[in-house]
């Protein structure tokens, strides 16, 4: 009859792209009340009690300072993140804060970026050794003086500290996440790659 008929693609309705949530990452720095000799030894890293902890939570985009008295918020922080990225997170820092609560918290979601370290290379390496040679960032070496803030109640110094570590795990973690690489210095002096797997991690989406 000479008319036109419409294509099926004509008439459907334009789809709104769908939205794709872009992954909760928290990061954690702690610091404790005690230290290892006061409590009998590492073994008993559930007897340190929380100091003060600062997290970085992507989806907020900013830091929260936490106390043994707020840990409750902490826990459920941790608990609401698909990843939790710290340093030595599964065996210090959740050591530390496994007595707040009945949850598991070594079954959450973990980056734990000396694990990585330590499975790539099979030794161990401080966050400060990992940032100088990756970021060529002097990390202080202050933790030595935490516990002696703690017992003369300067708790906003721990916080400042807390928060610059935190920020140098975050850098860390983000060069890794570009590059798939980060540094260190061997033995010979030499400065030499490890490879990590962190690009779900960048902040550059």
Same mark, same amino acid.
């Given at each position: 009859v000479g008319e036109a008929v419409p294509t099926f693609a004509s008439l459907a309705e334009p789809v709104a792209p769908r939205h794709v949530r872009a992954p909760r990452l928290v990061y954690l720095?702690?610091?404790?009340?005690?230290?290892?000799?006061?409590?009998?030894?590492?073994?008993?890293?559930?007897?340190?009690?929380?100091?003060?902890?600062? *997290?970085? !939570?992507?989806?907020?985009?900013?830091?929260?300072?936490?106390?043994?008295? #707020?840990? %409750?918020? /902490?826990?459920?922080?941790?608990?609401?993140?698909?990843?939790?990225?710290?340093?030595? *997170?599964? !065996?210090?820092d959740y050591q530390v804060l496994q007595p707040y609560t009945?949850? #598991?918290? %070594?079954? /959450?979601?973990?980056?734990?970026?000396?694990d990585d370290v330590q499975q790539v290379l099979g030794f161990r390496l401080s966050l400060r050794h990992l940032v100088r040679e990756t970021l060529a960032v002097e990390r202080p070496d202050d933790s030595v003086q935490t516990l002696a803030w703690y017992q003369a109640g300067d708790r906003e110094r721990i916080v400042q500290q807390c928060q610059r570590d935190l920020t140098l795990l975050r850098d860390l973690v983000q060069a890794g996440a570009r590059t798939g690489t980060i540094f260190y210095r061997d033995q010979a002096g030499v400065r030499t790659a490890v490879p990590v797997h962190w690009q779900r991690c960048s902040d550059e989406r």
């Amino acid at each position: 009859v000479g008319e036109a008929v419409p294509t099926f693609a004509s008439l459907a309705e334009p789809v709104a792209p769908r939205h794709v949530r872009a992954p909760r990452l928290v990061y954690l720095v702690l610091s404790t009340q005690h230290s290892a000799e006061a409590v009998g030894g590492w073994q008993h890293k559930h007897l340190l009690g929380l100091g003060v902890a600062v *997290t970085y !939570d992507t989806s907020e985009g900013r830091m929260q300072v936490y106390t043994a008295e #707020t840990v %409750a918020a /902490l826990l459920a922080s941790l608990q609401a993140a698909d990843l939790v990225i710290g340093f030595n *997170t599964r !065996d210090f820092d959740y050591q530390v804060l496994q007595p707040y609560t009945e949850a #598991t918290l %070594a079954t /959450l979601p973990t980056l734990a970026v000396l694990d990585d370290v330590q499975q790539v290379l099979g030794f161990r390496l401080s966050l400060r050794h990992l940032v100088r040679e990756t970021l060529a960032v002097e990390r202080p070496d202050d933790s030595v003086q935490t516990l002696a803030w703690y017992q003369a109640g300067d708790r906003e110094r721990i916080v400042q500290q807390c928060q610059r570590d935190l920020t140098l795990l975050r850098d860390l973690v983000q060069a890794g996440a570009r590059t798939g690489t980060i540094f260190y210095r061997d033995q010979a002096g030499v400065r030499t790659a490890v490879p990590v797997h962190w690009q779900r991690c960048s902040d550059e989406r």
